[in-house]
């Protein structure tokens, strides 16, 4: 599982210059990088994403510590008084979920037709479904939800007296 952090942040009686749906990307040294979707739907709301190993350290240390590292990269590019218009943040922390382990379900370069094998029942007993094999859709909550349709239909038809 690839590791993906969301660190969603409202932002009120600013708009920072930015329009709804703009991309911020914020490149730093030692990949602490986090790329911003910004006021999407016209919400006070921006969306921190941070990946990968980062992700991790970031869940680690911590809800608190993550609203921090975004709070100050915003103010690095916007200025100080961001600050004064921050008003609920959270980080998600898929990383400690028990059967979730991360965020998405990445395949390694060169690796993606594993799925199919995948998506393939074990000796008609063990099905997969998720945004991990879901075709077109892929790594959406909507593939997710198409695929666990479509299993539970092979589910069902697997039981279906003959």
């Not at 911003?36 to 190993?53: P, R, S, T």
């Amino acid at each position: 599982m690839g590791m993906l952090t969301k660190l969603p942040v409202e932002i009120k009686g600013t708009r920072l210059g930015l329009e709804p749906f703009d991309d911020l990307l914020i490149e730093r040294m030692a990949r602490h990088d986090i790329y911003f979707l910004c006021f999407a739907f016209d919400l006070d709301l921006m969306v921190g994403f941070v990946g990968g190993d980062f992700a991790w350290e970031m869940s680690a240390a911590g809800e608190a510590a993550g609203v921090d590292f975004v709070v100050d990269r915003l103010c690095a590019i916007f200025g100080g008084d961001v600050r004064n218009h921050v008003g609920r943040a959270m980080m998600t922390n898929w990383g400690s979920e028990r059967f979730v382990r991360g965020a998405y379900a990445t395949a390694r370069p060169g690796r993606s037709k594993a799925r199919a094998t995948l998506m393939q029942p074990v000796a008609e007993k063990i099905f997969f479904a998720g945004e991990h094999v879901a075709g077109p859709l892929i790594q959406t909550c909507g593939g997710a939800r198409l695929s666990g349709e479509g299993v539970a239909r092979q589910v069902i038809a697997q039981l279906a007296p003959k």
